[in-house]
């Protein structure tokens, strides 16, 4: 049988994001295409959503 | 004296925090455990009395005894990319990094003892209660009847998973959910399921708080909102996050709710109701803020790297001397 909470569950949104940075293990940052350092670049960040909250991380649940 | 950071090398939030030390020229060690022992080396001897140690990463060298303080940010499970990778290895490594760690005088945010104990949703509760945090209330049970004769008590509910973790096979989300007023609770048996009064709220508040520094940013309820968009991680975007000064009487509760817990970074969840009353939902020990950063303007990045870089214990005296555990 399965558990209460779980009929509110919903399918997870599985996101295909190729991230247009790379990290640099010499800067220990990433890194854009053209040099510039990712965390500068709010505009990106904002459209990958990779900084926000978003419950249901595979990795860390608490978000 | 080094900062380090355990994390993916994919965190750009951690770069954000970065960015700042690299300012202020603090020497910095970053790198993902998951990369021992495949880039990431590790060494400590105890001899005559002493104990000395040294991390090896990607070129850089850095003793143990270096360390000011060691973020533990979105680390990766220990040895999982290594060339042989097993379960055995994994718990080898665990022990051998966080085990070295652990004798080293630096500062954490947060101290792994600390950030297990405050993942659990029951203790936070129970935590936010004695902190004298305004609390929803909430029933977490197998028993339907408890179920039932809590949902006559409290008519209007929301269910939320207890741990915050996602089923994924197949991968499935739970967001904080309304409870049709004719549940049937029978499937609680089978699971132990947290409900808990809903907070008729007019706005969702995020509260970053580093050592001392409390940062709070609010979020407006859409006033077309479906009521049953109770989960703002899952609800339309209409409006983005403002700062918001903080009441006196939260940010006492606050203060304490980290002392308690002995943390030095703490991403709070509250709901504001029409009163203006601020209640606690949540506080994710490794929350994430860039977002909020990027909509208020708000120096949490700065005020960040500025714990890790302090030279001994904050001005606000919150870290644990004895265990070196932040709060």
């Known amino acids: 049988m399965q558990p209460f909470t779980l009929n509110y569950a919903r399918p997870a949104v599985q996101l295909e994001v190729t991230v247009p940075y790379a990290y640099d293990s010499g800067l220990q940052l990433n890194v854009l295409p053209d040099g510039r350092i990712a965390a500068t670049d709010h505009a990106t960040l904002r459209a990958l959503g990779t900084t926000t909250s978003t419950a249901g991380s595979k990795t860390h649940f608490d978000d | ?327």
């Open chain 2, 1 to 327: 004296m080094t900062v380090l950071i355990l994390t993916s090398e994919e965190d750009v939030t951690a770069d954000m925090v970065v960015l700042r030390l690299r300012e202020a020229r603090v020497p910095v060690v970053r790198f993902d455990p998951a990369d021992l022992t495949d880039g990431v080396a590790l060494s400590g001897e105890y001899a005559h009395g002493t104990c000395h140690g040294q991390l090896s990463v990607g070129g850089r060298l850095v003793e143990l005894d270096g360390l000011r303080s060691i973020w533990v940010r979105r680390p990766g499970t220990a040895a999982v990319r290594a060339a042989q990778p097993s379960a055995w290895l994994t718990e080898e490594s665990a022990q051998a990094l966080y085990g070295m760690l652990r004798c080293t005088g630096a500062r954490w945010m947060n101290h792994p003892d600390a950030a297990r104990r405050a993942r659990y949703k029951p203790w936070q509760l129970r935590h936010a209660q004695r902190s004298e945090l305004m609390v929803p209330a909430t029933l977490i049970t197998t028993f339907p009847q408890a179920a039932q004769e809590f949902a006559e008590r409290h008519p209007d509910l929301v269910v939320k998973p207890v741990s915050g973790a996602h089923p994924q096979e197949p991968p499935r989300a739970v967001p904080t959910s309304r409870v049709a007023p004719d549940a049937d609770f029978s499937a609680v048996a089978f699971g132990p399921t947290l409900l808990q009064e809903r907070v008729v709220k007019q706005a969702d508040i995020r509260l970053t708080a580093v050592g001392g520094t409390l940062l709070a940013a609010r979020k407006p309820v859409n006033p077309d909102a479906h009521p049953d968009d109770v989960d703002v991680r899952f609800a339309p975007s209409v409006s983005p996050w403002r700062p918001v000064a903080v009441p006196g009487w939260v940010a006492d509760g606050v203060l304490r709710y980290l002392r308690g817990a002995e943390l030095a970074y703490g991403a709070f969840d509250f709901a504001e109701d029409a009163d203006g009353v601020w209640w606690f939902l949540e506080c994710n020990q490794s929350g994430q803020f860039g977002f909020v950063e990027m909509d208020t303007g708000q120096p949490i990045a700065a005020t960040i790297a500025e714990w890790l870089a302090a030279d001994g214990l904050p001005e606000d005296g919150c870290a644990n001397a004895a265990t070196g555990a932040g709060c």
